[in-house]
């Protein structure tokens, strides 16, 4: 058997192009959307996704702004960049790339942001919106999931779901929205046992881990839908040669660019066991920038678009 590959580069075009018009008669009516995106120091992870974000609003016609400080700032300095980002009409979400230096106290960063400007959905108050399944922003690569599930026309409700990983920004809002579409969730992490046996119950099993090629065949039910959401960047030739024993071509992707990137589930034999899968690259990645547009495009419309308060009668 061979998966069915999401396509999530597919999915991306098809949001992006959902807004483009809201976009444009936003931009017409009033002004177009406006994103903040606080990039610290010189990570160069961070800054390629930086750049990402910023591509994506630049094709949809969303304002950017890019703030750059140094590595060495101080937590008082970026709440006092954040206040101003909250406090300004032209903006509409603030982004704080992660992981931050050291030095500075993310948790109070994260606290700082409005939550109404929250793209990231990572605000406490909006983590609880989606606990209550209340309106608010939603974490990205999770909402990206979900819009790939219905998109695909993969059923949730009723089915098994098993996600791996329980971190704040993937695993557990992940876990929330399969349980607000009626799925039967379990969430596993690095102290489950049995690990591949829980994975082995799924009809929809996400791996949000962090570990290449972790999830092999016997952790797969024959036919599940399977969703990769792990970035790995390999560059040890001998991991690389075990993963691909079977696939040797792929190892000239190593031997020409000095790395390769990996998911968390095996991607010899996930897609010999998988009914569908999301490839790595090219599944979940390209979904998360297009939720991060439709959050600030929302953002945009209930600040702009919101009906004036009704006059006192008294
Ligand atoms: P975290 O490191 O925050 O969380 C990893 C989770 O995996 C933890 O809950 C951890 O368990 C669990 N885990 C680790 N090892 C094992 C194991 N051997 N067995 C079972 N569970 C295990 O990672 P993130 O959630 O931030 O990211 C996960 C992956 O997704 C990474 O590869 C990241 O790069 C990628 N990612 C991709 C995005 C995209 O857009 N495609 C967006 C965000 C992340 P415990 O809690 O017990 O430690």
Redesign the pocket.
Known sequence: MSARLLDGKKIRDQILAELAPQVHSLAAAHRPPGLAVILVGDNPASAIYVRSKVAACHELGIHSEQLTPPASISTSELLSLIDNLNRRDDIDGILVQMPLPPQIDSRAVLLAIRPDKDVDGFHPFNVGNLVAGSPGPRAC?PAGIMEMLLRYDIPVEGRRAVV????D???KPMALMLLHRNATVTI?????PG?AAECRRADILVA????PA?ITADFIQPGATVID????RITDPALAARIFARRPDRLTQLAAKGSILIG?VHPVEGPEVAGALTPVPGG??PL?IAMLMSNTVRSAESRLLAAPAAPCSS
């Open positions: 690569t791996v990983g329980r971190s920004i993937v695993g596993c992490h690095s102290r489950t690990l949000a881990i962090g570990k972790l959401v792990g970035m790995n968390d979940v990645g998360t």
